[in-house]
């Protein structure tokens, strides 16, 4: 899989661009995943995708919409991809606005066409369902030969985060160090190392790692909706670390100090114990002690019976909230992240 030619991917991957990634200038078009359905017998799935080149500089990849519903990167790359010139790039620039098109089109996480959640598919598989095929894409057309990425994650509709950046710890320290320091570029009000990332080498920053690609993702807020709060940071933040890397000309605002912070294993996590109504005792930006009550859950079938109560395992920040009342077993109510020397 590591010597295979630009040639060997078409062939091997059913997705092609419309448009040229490699020439000079900025154009858009569309990533066509070809589906055949009922409606349309050879029809194909169009992912916008945009191109600003300018003679030779850092190969940037820029992504969001990995989930359907987490809207901030969506709508701040949209904004990116009309403002910028060819004459303010060196080196080339590749955005995704909505890489996970199906899902953004029906403002879920997941696929509506196979449920494939994107940042659970790589490296992808280009013989796969439809969501397995854009991961593979991804990862051998625009990670492989790339300089940095940058994947925009927010909470969606399930979680509310305190607008972050992210890296997962890695076995290469020059790449942690390299990403640590895009995240202090990024400057979003927190910026944190996952000690155990989620995905398991399944995500898209972990395929930019396997790939050479300096990487990091965000959080940037969620709950289904966007804030000109969360916006600015991501919009700031895009503009900050393109400027860093050598790519952008124009003028950037001044990183504001961000807290780097880790997220660690199981203790930083509190997972409803039962189905029922979440109840929170604590808000998003709350500084939490340990054994401090975390949420109750109410069983609306039986009031009479008392709520479970669940108490934080450490302390913390509470840097992420579940946003749904509604809750079943099994599902992450609040995560917690702990400040690191940096
Ligand atoms: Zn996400």
């Known amino acids: 899989m590591t010597t295979k030619s630009k040639a060997d991917f078409a062939v091997m991957s059913r997705l092609a661009a419309d448009i040229d990634l490699d020439a000079d200038g900025k154009a858009h078009g569309f990533v066509r995943v070809p589906h055949s359905v009922h409606r349309s017998a050879y029809g194909w799935i169009p992912i916008p995708i945009f191109r600003i080149k300018n003679g030779k500089g850092p190969t940037v990849i820029m992504q969001a919409g990995n989930h359907g519903d987490e809207w901030e990167g969506q709508i701040g790359l949209g904004n990116l991809i009309r403002s910028l010139k060819p004459s303010q790039i060196q080196g080339k620039l590749i955005i995704l606005p909505s890489a996970n098109f199906p899902a953004a089109m029906a403002g879920t996480r997941t696929s509506p066409i196979d449920e494939g959640n994107l940042n659970r598919m790589f490296p992808g598989d280009p013989d796969g369902t439809i969501t397995a095929q854009i991961a593979f894409w991804i990862e051998q057309r625009l ?49 944190y190392i996952a000690a155990t990332p989620q995905g398991g080498g399944r995500t898209f920053t972990s395929a930019a790692y396997r790939q050479g690609v300096v990487a ?77 009550p975390a949420a109750r859950i109410h069983f609306h079938h039986s009031p009479w019976r008392e709520p479970e109560l669940l108490r934080f395992k450490r302390a913390g920040l ?12 099994g599902d992450c109510l609040f995560h917690l992240a702990t400040d690191v020397a940096g």
């Open 318 to 329: 509470v840097l992420c909230k579940r946003v749904p009342a509604r809750c079943e077993r």
């Open 143 to 191: 990670l492989k030969g790339a300089d940095y990425s940058f994947d925009f994650h927010s909470g969606g509709s399930s979680l509310s985060y305190i607008p972050s950046a992210l890296m997962p710890r890695m076995p290469d320290q020059a790449w942690c160090k390299k990403s640590i320091e895009l995240m202090k570029v990024f400057g979003a009000p927190v910026s």
């Open 216 to 292: 990091i993702g965000t959080e940037l807020g969620g709950g289904g909706l966007v804030t000109p709060t969360s916006l600015k940071v991501a919009e700031d933040g895009m503009r900050r670390v393109l400027k860093h890397v050598g790519l952008y000309k124009g003028a950037v605002s001044p990183a504001p100090a961000t807290r780097l912070m880790e997220v660690g294993g199981d203790d930083y996590y509190i997972y409803a114990s039962e189905g029922g109504l979440f109840e929170p005792l604590v808000d998003l930006g709350a500084e939490v002690k340990k054994g401090q």
